[in-house]
């Protein structure tokens, strides 16, 4: 049976040394459901769209998320782009307006309407959208990776702009990263906002605890962050 090394931060080893767990078979099992599931959006994203809804191809992703890529087509096909790239996907998540992925952007001082403006305009092509480009097939693929890291079972999107950060050929993420966005930065101040978004629903349960998230977020940012940093330096990340 073919082996692979997994390569765990020194806290973390220690921890499984101690509890014994049965690591083959959860890695295999972790690993079986992440091959699943990336497997899945790739099939999504080179497939044809056809007439249908694009979104409902990709699972697990949260009614935002499958809006956002609803935007996305549209506005590639409103500019008669043979394909949708990951420039439409920026747009789809600033388009629909109240997404934790925008929260996350203001959190580390990316005004998403300068963004938005300073996009490269489109090229028509004369022709509807029939396919996803190969740089926001990867995106995706990305997307799906941050979020098993992340231990999430859904696609939001949060983990589609890590997506498009992360890929590096897409006009999307080259935008993202003009603008001052920096991966770690970007897990980082992401999972800074989900654990206040978290905590204020818990703890507010009637009001709308994503209004708040910014502000949250710096409270928990700086230590998330030299956490990550730690850990990226202990795996040869940086």
Not at 117 to 144: H, I, R, Y
Request: proline share 5%; charged share 25%.
């Amino acid at each position: 049976m073919p082996k692979i090394n997994v390569y765990l931060p020194d806290e973390l080893a220690e921890a499984v040394r101690e509890s014994g767990v049965p690591v083959s078979a959860i890695c295999q099992r972790a690993l079986e459901t992440s091959v699943k599931r990336v497997t899945a959006i790739r099939a999504a994203t080179i497939g044809e769209l056809g007439d249908g809804d694009p979104a409902g191809k990709l699972p697990h992703f949260t009614e935002r998320a499958r809006t956002t890529v609803k935007i996305a087509v549209e506005k590639a096909r409103s500019e008669g782009a043979a394909e949708v790239g990951t420039e439409h996907l920026l747009r789809g998540i600033i388009s629909e307006g109240n997404n934790m992925a925008l929260k996350v952007l203001l959190a580390t001082e990316i005004d998403p309407k300068k963004l938005l403006a300073e996009l490269p305009a489109a090229t028509a092509q004369d022709q509807p959208a029939d396919k996803f480009s190969g740089p926001l097939a990867n995106a995706f693929e990305l997307a799906v990776t941050e979020a098993i890291t992340m231990g999430h079972n859904y696609i939001g999107c949060e983990h589609l702009l890590l997506g498009l950060v992360a890929e590096q050929d897409g006009a999307g993420g080259q935008a993202l990263r003009a603008a001052g966005a920096e991966l770690r930065s970007i897990r980082g101040a992401t999972a800074a906002a989900l654990a206040g978004f978290v905590h204020h629903r818990d703890q507010s349960p009637s009001k709308d605890p994503v209004a708040t998230v910014a502000a949250l977020v710096g409270q928990q940012l700086k230590p998330l962050l030299d956490r990550l940093g730690r850990l990226e330096r202990h795996v040869g990340l940086e």
